[in-house]
């Protein structure tokens, strides 16, 4: 089959190939991949600035129906339309993996890093990833359960960074930083997202769901919990900025290389630090509960379907923020 895969490391290197048909081992399902969503993560990993063990089918947010179930796999699972929870493999035995904080494990390996992933048409998981889809929820739309546990996990693991009330700043309308924005007023905060000029199109479709925004060319917000999104040295250093003395700041975005902060604020401010790193499958319950309560909107953030084998005009288009959510379909190339 063929897969969009990375072939060698370093920048570049990444090209429609050849790729291995899967087959499901013992308590393995096999999917066929229904949507895989565009990350900034794979955009870091196509610029060398994300480890991977090439070659590798890249891809990690997916959704999909169950092909093949291997032994031991109940077979109702057959044709069930899922979303897939990113990691292939754990030690299960070290403290991070007995605690439920899987994504923390040293031997852990994931999909499209350092096994074969969701950019192809058929996709080979362990069953315990797998999370039912509500019947109303388009498939293509459900690959954005990946990247809203992912937040969830930052935001409310171990503790709520969010409180009722709270002034939240979120840097970044991306897919992230709308999916963070909502989680946060689902806390209770009143939530303000700020990007930059060439954001217009995300910012509006920001106040479309009933937030207020801004650009870095408007006057400073304060906030009580500044939630960084972009990823890019200059948010991070208006983030800290922006965060009132006893605030809390949320690392979300990679910045994918070394970036110089303004670090004494967290020291003259009495700053809260803290960040998240992928998801836990806790987070992944959560995330799917406020789909279906819809405290949570993801169909607004698709913006859309792309075949295949037009992979480079959608990373082209996801780099430059000319839409949302982008989502490659591996059956149509």
Not at 18 to 23: A, G, I, K, T
Not at 222 to 235: F, N, P
Not at 286 to 292: D, I, S, W
Request: glycine share 10%; net charge negative; with cysteine.
């Amino acid at each position: 089959m063929i897969g969009l895969a990375k072939l060698t490391p370093g920048a570049g290197n990444v090209a429609l190939s050849e790729r291995p048909e899967p087959r499901p081992d013992p308590g393995h399902v096999v999917l066929e991949v229904i949507g895989a969503g565009i990350c900034g993560t794979d955009l870091h990993i196509a610029d060398g600035e994300y480890a991977t063990v090439t070659p590798v089918t890249i891809g990690h947010e997916v959704a999909g129906s169950v092909a093949e179930v291997g032994e031991g796999v109940d077979e109702a699972w057959l044709g069930a339309r899922v979303a897939s929870e990113t990691y292939f493999s754990t030690c299960g035995r070290c403290a991070h993996c007995l605690a439920g904080r899987v994504n923390l494990c040293a031997e852990r390996r994931s999909i499209g890093t350092h096994v074969d992933g969701a950019f192809a048409p058929r996709l080979h998981v362990p069953v315990t990833n797998l999370h039912r889809l509500p019947d109303w929820l388009e498939a293509a739309t459900a690959t954005l359960c990946e990247p809203l546990a992912c937040v969830c996990h930052s935001l409310l693991e171990p503790e709520p960074a969010v409180r009722s009330g709270d002034d939240v700043l979120v840097i970044g309308p991306g897919p992230v930083g709308l999916l963070a924005a909502q989680v946060a007023r689902a806390s209770g905060g009143e939530v303000h997202v700020r990007g930059t000029p060439r954001d217009e199109m995300r910012l509006a479709a920001t106040r479309a769901l009933g937030l207020e925004t801004s650009t870095t060319e408007d006057a400073a917000v304060e906030a009580d919990v500044v939630i960084e999104c972009s990823g890019s040295e200059a948010g991070m250093g208006a983030g800290l900025a922006a965060a009132r003395r006893g605030a809390s700041y949320v690392q979300i975005g990679l910045a994918g290389k070394p970036v110089s902060l303004p670090f004494d604020l967290v020291c003259f401010h009495e700053l809260t630090v803290t960040s998240g790193f992928a998801s836990t499958p806790a987070s992944w319950r959560t995330a799917l509960e406020l789909v279906a309560e819809r405290r949570v909107q993801l169909e607004s953030l698709l913006t859309e379907i792309v075949p295949l084998a037009d992979w480079e005009r959608a990373f082209a288009a996801t780099r430059a923020a000319e839409g949302i959510k982008f989502v490659l379909d591996p059956q149509t190339t």
